[in-house]
Nanobody
Framework: QVQLVESGGGLVQAGGSLRLSCAAS????????MGWFRQAPGKEREFVAA????????SYAASVKGRFTISRDNAKNTVYLQMNSLKPEDTADYYCAAKYLYIGTNSHEYDYWGQGTQVTVSS
C-alpha cells in the first residue's frame, strides 16, 4: 500500500506561483508512475500531469503545458507540481496519484490517491 499526502495548496493571485508536494509513505514510489489530477467544484476530475518512474518522461494537459512542471525526487519519496502563471480557471482541489508501468491520463488507471490540497486563484 502507498499512502500519499499532498501539501502546498493555498490562495494566490492570478499570475502567481505555487509548488505542490506529494509525500509518499508505506512503499518507495521509485517504481510508480505518479500523476496529478484536479477537480473543480461541479466538474469531473481531470488530468493535469504525470511523470514516469525514472522522471525522464512527462505528460501534461494542454491547459497547463508550459506553465506547470511535474518532477520527482525518488530519494525523498516525493513528487512535485510547480505551477506558474496561475489563472482563475486553475482553481480546484489537486490530487496526487500513483500507478504502475506506463503514464496514463485517465484517473481510473491510478491505484493510489491522496486526499487532495485546495488551490484557489483569485483574479
Amino acid at each position: 500500500q502507498v499512502q500519499l499526502v499532498e501539501s502546498g495548496g493555498g490562495l494566490v493571485q492570478a499570475g502567481g506561483s505555487l509548488r505542490l508536494s506529494c509525500a509518499a509513505s508505506g512503499r518507495t514510489i521509485s517504481s510508480y508512475v505518479m500523476g496529478w489530477f484536479r477537480q473543480a467544484p461541479g466538474k469531473e476530475r481531470e488530468f493535469v500531469a504525470a511523470i514516469n518512474s525514472s522522471g525522464r518522461i512527462t505528460s501534461y494537459a494542454a491547459s497547463v503545458k508550459g506553465r506547470f512542471t511535474i518532477s520527482r525526487d525518488n530519494a525523498k519519496n516525493t513528487v512535485y507540481l510547480q505551477m506558474n502563471s496561475l489563472k482563475p480557471e486553475d482553481t480546484a482541489d489537486y490530487y496526487c496519484a500513483a500507478k504502475y508501468l506506463y503514464i496514463g491520463t485517465n484517473s481510473h488507471e491510478y491505484d493510489y490517491w491522496g486526499q487532495g490540497t485546495q488551490v484557489t486563484v483569485s483574479s
